[in-house]
Structures are given as structure tokens and as C-alpha cells.
């Protein structure tokens, strides 16, 4: 795992002192909320519905059982006990008093942990495959890149004032779990004609009122361009992004209007010259970084008894079927902790939790563990022997749901049962799918589905990746729901389209119930996932479910 | 015509502690919705909203917003964001209907 240096130490240190000192002016009143406004969101700081929220990054979603074990500290400490993990693999604290989140920062601080780059027009933290370094199908470990990109995007003076947030997210393995191209950079790892391995980079996706799919601008750029090429889009984006309209700031939009061709040819314009001023080729940075990623000793242990309490337990068969997936290593395993408990706020962690999850990682997964963008935990190195162990301690903390791809695996977004800027609930609409769901034990019968659920046209939760995406708005003075069908947020990213009318709180999950039994009655058998049923069939015998008055109208 | 005047009341956050703060007649400042003091033209809305303003050592964030009103004069929330506001999240007992 990468430790500050001393210079990554000074300068956390220094953001918490400065940060310190502007609270404490804003507290004595030399400074307006306007003058601290910006100050404070530099520091992840935000002013929420019913309190202020504290957003802490955790870069490329890894951590240890040290830093786990603080987040847990600072829940209980100056929080309410738990944290919310989001879609940008942050954790996302909900009630803090003004004064004390420099306290706050400085525990961060203790554990080589910040907020900064969690909020801003700033190149915000990287965002990567939590399942980097463990994944079976991985072409190299994206970990090193992404923290070679955080370290020349922080603080970098020429962009901390872009027209608007600017987000990258990299994977290094050709099945996407870090939704790539939903990013104003999305970068893939790729191997180029000799094999050697370079970046594909895609420019200008992004989700939220105007959703794209990002476009490829480079299909293969050598290591050692990297950041040089990286700061040249941004000097495209930087110069001609628009200022004049919040709405149209961002690099999809530019990229949209002025078209993929012109700004390649810009960026490509400006990258020789960059790259003379340049003094290291980005090969050279990366390898200085990649020691710190060096894999754990992986060691071999008989899975005898493993196989064993498998065939024993069918609550940890169904638990390794649904959380654990191929690892590299033929003896390890990745497990993915479920933190959608059925009927619970998907993200929640309680500190408690938090540190059962850290002492699990400390004594079986070589001390690591991710966040994932789909708001779960992860184990990333566990030899299948310990599985067993794994499972009961986790059961034991109410954290074995063995749901993870499932209809209650829903991303959902804070909402306005905490968001200044919801237009409508998300949390509870969560919690009544998997409740529903869950009383129906339809679960497993469904197999692969992602509902993914944004409290407003911001999508924070991903709705427009959704195999099936709900959409909360403000209609009249009641909520309202849109659903959209048939998004993907894997290497085949598909936005999905709006299937009709909303629907209100009370009518959705009814209208989901209907959507799924179509499904069930279409599929051509049970290995027919719904997004691929949605496919083969096109939008009409769901959007029959969906609205029968209209069908039988049209009948 | 125009249309009739929708009775209003200023709320905001508070600096401190970041909660959900309302405007009293005295110009003082409530965790209770049902304390605030209603404004029942745009002039005195206009008026409670700049008193609010000017006091930003204490609040961040003020505004007026629509209310309704019980027959003894209580303002009550009418739009479900203030509902929101004035109870706290849905998912936990937490905020204000945990203080009560």
C-alpha cells in the first residue's frame, strides 16, 4: 500500500492547520460564509440538509485496517456512529459540528488520510477497480497509475480552478468495474502490438442531466506519455470549457460541441511541447511507485477442510456463489462484503462494523481492503481455507448478505433524507425493493440485476447505468419516480432509455414487481440475465408491464 | 389577477452545528418549525429575510419558503423538503425528531 513520504505528510499536515485557522476565523466573523464556502469545500466540506457533511477520500478505494480502524474512531467520536461509503469509493460522514472537523482532519491526518480533492472544481480523487491487484482477468494493477495521477493532480496551480469538477477513473482489467467511461477521463489498461502495456484513454464521459458515454481519443498511449498527454487535455479543457453556464461546464459538454476530432487534434497539437517540460518520462515515476503495491506473500494453505464446510453449509455456499469471485491466485479468493443488509441504507457502515471489517482484513486478506463504487467492502486477498472463518465472522457482525449482484445490491445516493441538493427520497426506496424482494425470495431466481437509484437529475447513484435506474424528482410538490431501463455500467456501457411516466412512491415497487415477473415470463431460460433480455427484446414487453392501462388502450 | 400571497417563513442552518434553524418574531433564532413567525405579505417576507441576512455569524444559507398554516395561526411544513428538514432523515431517529 502507498505511505506518504514526507512531503505527502507536510502537506496534509499544513491543508489542516490552514483549514484550522479558517474556521476559526469564519467562527469570530472575519470571514463571510461566502469567503469560507469555497475554503471549506476544499477541505470536503459541506453544508447538508440537517447538518454539515464531511466527504473523506479514499484514493483508488484502499485501505488498511489502521486507516478502517480511524474512520470507525472519528464515527464514534465526533459522528453518530457510522459512516456512509459512495459511488466515488469516498466515506461520507453526516453529522459534524463546525468545530471540530479540523479535529476531524487531523485524526485523517494521523493515518495519512484527507479530504481534500472530495469536492471543488478541482481534478477530484482517482477512482479505480476494486478488485485491482486481485482480479483474475487483470492485465497489470491500475493502483500505481492512480496514485502517480494523484500526486501530479494535487495541488497542481493550474488546475484549481477549472470551469468545472473533473473526474478519472482508470481499470486495469478488460471487464470494467470502475464504470470508465461514465468519467471526464476514463483510462483502460490495454496491451499494445508488442504486448506491452499502455493506456486506452477515453475523454468526455459523464452522467448526471446530460449523460455521455465516453469517447476514445487515444487508443494507445505509452506509459511514459501518460501524464504529459493527461495535462495536455487538461490545457484543452482548461482554455475552452465553458465558464459562462455551470450546466455546460464540464469536458463531455466540450467535447460534444466542439466534436471528438477538433479537440483530439488540439490535444495532440499541444502535447509534444508539453511533454519537453516534463523532466521524468511517467514510466519512470510509476516504477518508483510500484514497490508500494508489490502483491502480499500469498502462501498455501489445504483447502481440505474448506471443501469440506462447503459441502456442510449451505449458508456459506450460497454466500461464496453469490460474494466470492476468482482470484489470481488459484488458492485466493475476492470476497465482496454485502453492505445492503435486507431493508438497510446501502453504504451504512456502523463503527462497530467498521473494525470487524479491519480485523478480518488484518488477520485474512494481507491487511487490505476496497470500497467499491457499488457501495460495498471488499476483501481482496483471502485464501479460500479461511472462507469459512470469513463467513462466520462476518455473519456475526450481520455483514454475510450473500446478495452481492443481486436485486437488493442497489446503489443508491444519500437522497433527500440527507442531500441539500436532493429532489427527491432514495434510501427508503432502497430499502422497500430489497424488503419486497427479500419477502418474495425471488432473489436468486432473478440472478443479475442492478437497480441503481439517484435522488436527483445529478445522478449520484448511477440511475442511468441501472439495468434498471430510478430517477427521483420533484413533481408538484410530490415524489416522483422515473424508471430507466436497460443502462450498463460494465465495459459495454449503455445509458438507459426512460421507459415513460413516473411513478409515485407508493406505485413504484408494485411497477417493479410487474417489470420483474415480465422478465421472468420473456427470458429465453434462467442464464438470460434481464439486461440481456432487454436486449434481445427491445423496451416494449417491459414497458407493457410497466403501463398495462396503456397496453390495453392500444389493444 | 394576481395571484393570492402564499404565507411564508425564513429558515436556514445553523453555523455552528449545521441544523435546521427558523426565524421567531423577536428575530431570534428556533430549532421549531412551529415557532417561526409567518410572513403573510412579500414585503414582510422580504423584511424577515433580510434581518436573517444580516446576522451571518449565526446562520448560513437563508431563505424563505412556502408554508401552510393551522386556524390558531401555527405554521406548518407543506412541501415534503421542509417536512424533510423539520423531522430529520428517514432511514435512522436521528436530527430533529431524536431532539424532541
Known amino acids: 500500500m502507498y505511505t506518504y513520504n514526507e512531503f505527502d505528510e507536510a502537506f496534509v499536515r499544513s491543508r489542516v492547520a490552514q483549514f484550522r485557522g479558517q474556521v476559526e476565523k469564519r467562527l469570530d466573523g472575519s470571514l463571510t460564509e461566502d469567503e469560507f464556502r469555497p475554503l471549506r469545500l476544499m477541505n470536503g466540506l459541506y453544508l447538508q440538509l440537517h447538518a454539515y457533511m464531511l466527504r473523506v477520500a479514499i484514493p483508488y478505494g484502499t485501505l488498511d485496517s489502521r486507516k478502517m480502524r480511524q474512520l470507525a474512531h472519528i464515527a464514534e467520536t465526533w459522528d453518530r456512529g457510522y459512516g456512509h461509503f459512495t459511488t466515488r469509493q469516498n466515506i461520507q460522514y453526516n453529522w459534524p459540528k463546525l468545530k471540530d472537523v479540523p479535529d476531524m482532519l487531523d485524526a485523517l491526518a494521523d493515518v495519512g488520510m484527507h479530504a481534500i480533492q472530495t469536492s471543488g472544481n478541482c481534478i477530484r480523487n482517482v477512482t479505480s477497480d476494486h478488485f485491482a491487484a486481485a482480479a483474475a482477468d487483470e492485465i497489470e494493477d491500475p493502483r500505481p497509475t492512480a496514485e502517480l495521477m494523484r500526486q501530479w493532480s494535487t495541488d497542481h496551480p493550474e488546475f484549481q480552478f477549472l470551469p468545472r469538477k473533473f473526474k478519472i477513473a482508470i481499470t486495469g482489467a478488460p471487464n470494467d468495474r470502475a464504470v470508465v467511461k461514465s468519467h471526464d477521463i476514463g483510462i483502460r489498461m490495454v496491451r499494445g502490438d508488442n504486448g506491452e502495456v499502455g493506456y486506452e484513454i477515453s475523454v468526455g464521459g459523464g452522467l448526471g442531466r446530460s449523460p455521455f458515454v465516453g469517447k476514445v481519443i487515444r487508443e494507445f498511449l505509452p506509459k511514459a506519455d501518460l501524464l504529459p498527454y493527461l495535462e495536455s487535455i487538461m490545457q484543452v479543457y482548461n482554455l475552452s470549457g465553458r465558464r459562462d453556464n455551470k450546466y455546460k461546464a464540464r469536458i463531455k459538454i466540450l467535447v460534444h460541441e466542439t466534436g471528438l476530432d477538433e479537440i483530439r487534434a488540439e490535444v495532440e497539437e499541444l502535447f509534444p511541447q508539453i511533454r519537453e517540460e516534463f523532466t521524468h518520462p511517467s514510466d519512470e515515476l510509476l516504477a518508483a511507485i510500484e514497490p508500494h503495491f508489490a502483491p502480499p506473500a500469498f502462501v498455501e494453505k489445504p483447502l481440505g477442510d474448506y471443501e469440506a464446510a462447503l459441502a456442510a453449509d449451505p449458508l456459506l455456499r450460497s454466500f461464496v456463489e453469490t460474494n466470492v469471485v476468482a482470484h489470481k491466485h488459484p488458492s485466493y479468493a475476492i470476497v465482496t462484503i454485502s453492505l445492503k443488509p435486507v431493508g438497510g441504507t446501502p453504504g451504512d457502515a456502523t463503527a462497530e462494523q467498521m473494525r470487524v471489517m479491519a480485523d478480518i ?34 455473519r456475526d457482525a450481520g455483514l454475510g448478505t450473500a446478495n452481492v449482484g443481486l436485486i437488493s445490491d442497489i446503489i443508491a445516493c444519500p437522497g433527500m433524507d440527507y442531500c441539500a441538493l436532493a429532489t427527491a427520497r432514495s434510501i427508503p426506496i432502497a430499502q422497500e425493493i430489497s424488503t419486497r424482494f427479500n419477502e418474495l425470495k ?19 447513484g448511477h440511475h442511468h447505468v441501472g439495468h434498471i435506474g430510478i430517477l427521483g424528482l420533484d413533481r408538484a410538490g410530490v415524489e416522483n419516480y422515473q424508471i430507466t431501463l436497460g443502462g450498463d455500467g460494465a465495459e459495454t456501457m449503455t445509458l438507459g432509455e426512460r421507459a415513460g411516466p413516473g411513478f409515485s412512491a407508493e406505485e413504484l415497487v408494485p411497477a417493479l414487481e410487474r417489470l420483474i415477473d415480465a422478465y421472468l415470463k420473456v427470458r429465453r431460460d434462467r442464464q438470460e440475465s434481464f439486461l440481456e433480455a432487454y436486449r434481445r427484446l427491445g423496451v416494449a414487453p417491459f414497458k407493457a408491464a410497466l403501463y398495462p392501462d396503456q397496453a390495453k388502450d392500444a389493444a | 389577477m394576481a395571484r393570492p400571497f402564499v404565507p411564508k417563513i425564513i429558515t436556514a442552518n445553523d453555523l455552528l452545528e449545521g441544523d435546521v434553524i427558523y426565524l421567531t418574531a423577536e428575530g431570534r433564532w428556533s430549532r421549531t418549525y412551529e415557532d417561526a413567525v409567518v410572513a403573510t405579505t412579500q414585503e414582510e417576507a422580504d423584511d424577515l429575510l433580510r434581518k436573517a441576512e444580516a446576522q451571518p455569524d449565526r446562520i448560513v444559507g437563508a431563505y424563505f419558503v412556502d408554508t401552510a398554516v393551522d386556524e390558531d395561526g401555527t405554521p406548518k411544513p407543506d412541501h415534503f423538503r421542509e417536512v424533510f428538514r423539520a423531522t430529520g432523515p428517514s432511514n435512522y431517529f436521528l436530527g430533529k425528531q431524536a431532539d424532541a
Open chain 1, 442 to 460: 425471488l432473489e436468486h431466481e432473478i440472478g443479475q440485476m442492478k437497480i441503481k437509484i439517484s435522488g436527483c437529475i445529478n445522478a449520484c
Open chain 1, 361 to 394: 482484513a488484518e488477520r485474512y486478506s494481507h491487511d487490505e481492503l476496497r470500497i467499491s463504487h457499488e457501495q460495498n467492502v471488499i476483501l481482496p486477498h483471502v485464501a479460500k481455507a479461511d472462507l469459512p472463518a470469513v463467513h462466520a465472522a462476518l
